[in-house]
């Protein structure tokens, strides 16, 4: 357990509709970070937050958008679901704000399914 | 624009064999981070090194060695005396200084046959 929880576990949605992904960062942890699987694209990283302030952007598209709380936690939005959209959603935390610092510590994905 | 190549889809081994799954990396960046990750059939992603441009110094982790060679841009990973439990898709990562314009590669699947 990396002591990083992702809720929900599943989700099964229509296109056109709208879906938020929850992330809890380990205990301490002020860095988060999302990521995306796809058959399609494979691994993409999407966004990374420290500390409640956005600090690198990825591949993210104009119809997701995520932020992070005052209590550390993390929502990543998704509008419009296309398809595509289709995949496996990882958050990992780290103690600090670089990339390149620190370990980071993955969840267990939310895998999202658009019908 | 920053790209991982890791030119093995899939490799099989059998228990106790040497493995070397390769990684090369193409960036324009003077300072940049490498990274290894392995996704195990239970599908979590674990976190297994980083490695900053500046470091060259090979390291050692257990049965887990990590080669990088910045004048070939590789950053290949030796699992020694691998395990069935090292079976697991392993991808590699490259970003730039503050985390921007980060890529991975497409991941190589380990199968290690008893």
């Known amino acids: 357990d990396s002591g990083v929880t992702q809720t929900p576990k599943h989700l099964i949605t229509a296109t056109g509709q709208r879906v938020t992904l929850r992330c809890s960062p380990r205990?301490?942890?002020?860095?988060v970070y999302w990521y995306q699987q796809s058959l399609d694209q494979g691994l993409q990283f999407l966004i990374q937050?420290?500390?409640?302030?956005?600090?690198a952007k990825g591949n993210i598209l104009e119809r997701f958008s995520a932020q992070q709380f005052p209590d550390l936690h993390s929502e990543l939005n998704l509008s419009s679901l296309e398809l595509g959209d289709s995949a496996l959603y990882f958050c990992?935390?780290?103690?600090?704000?670089?990339?390149?610092?620190?370990?980071?510590?993955f969840g267990p994905g939310t895998r999202l399914t658009v019908l | 624009a920053q790209k991982v190549t890791q030119a093995q889809t899939e490799i099989s081994v059998v228990e106790k064999e040497d493995v070397t799954l390769d990684c090369v990396y193409e960036t324009r960046d003077t300072t940049y981070y490498l990274f290894w990750y392995k996704q195990p059939p239970s599908g979590e992603l674990v976190f297994l090194i980083r490695?900053?441009?500046?470091?060259?110094q090979n390291e050692i982790s257990g049965r887990y060695s990590w080669n990088f060679q910045k004048s070939t841009s590789s950053f290949n990973f030796t699992i020694t005396a691998s395990q069935v439990v090292d079976s697991a898709v392993y991808f590699c990562a490259l970003s730039s200084d503050m985390g921007q314009n980060f890529v991975f590669g497409p991941g190589t699947r380990l199968s290690v046959l008893p």
């Open positions: 205990s301490g942890d002020l860095s």
């Open positions: 490695r900053n441009s500046f470091d060259e």
């Open positions: 937050y420290y500390n409640g302030e956005e600090r």
């Open positions: 990992a935390s780290s103690v600090r704000a670089g990339v390149g610092v620190d370990e980071q510590f």
